[in-house]
């Protein structure tokens, strides 16, 4: 049977901070108004936060190589 490879997505960095803040205003300010609504918001942001840790993980090594050098070459086609 032959191996599946798994394909992940890259995910950005604002992507993680947006769970990690997401998760601390539902745990301090939405859950002490209603539980309900801070409970689900905090599940919400705990799986966005899986999902950054996943795709870091996980994700392909060749997705990254290109955030730097773009601004590289632009420097670079200007001197």
């Known amino acids: 049977m032959a191996k599946k490879e798994i394909k992940v997505a890259p995910?950005?960095?604002g992507f993680?901070?947006?769970?990690?803040?997401g998760f601390l205003i539902s745990a301090v300010y939405v859950y002490p108004q209603s539980a309900a609504w801070g409970f689900t918001f905090g599940i919400f942001?705990?799986?966005m936060f899986i999902a950054s840790m996943i795709s870091?993980?996980?994700g392909p090594d060749t997705a990254q190589l290109?955030?730097?050098g773009e601004r590289y070459r632009k420097?670079?086609?200007?001197k």
């Open 56 to 58: 870091m993980t996980y």
């Open 75 to 78: 420097a670079k086609k200007g």
């Open 45 to 47: 942001f705990v799986m």
């Open 11 to 13: 995910l950005s960095g």
């Open 16 to 21: 993680m901070i947006t769970s990690i803040v």
């Open 66 to 68: 290109h955030v730097g």
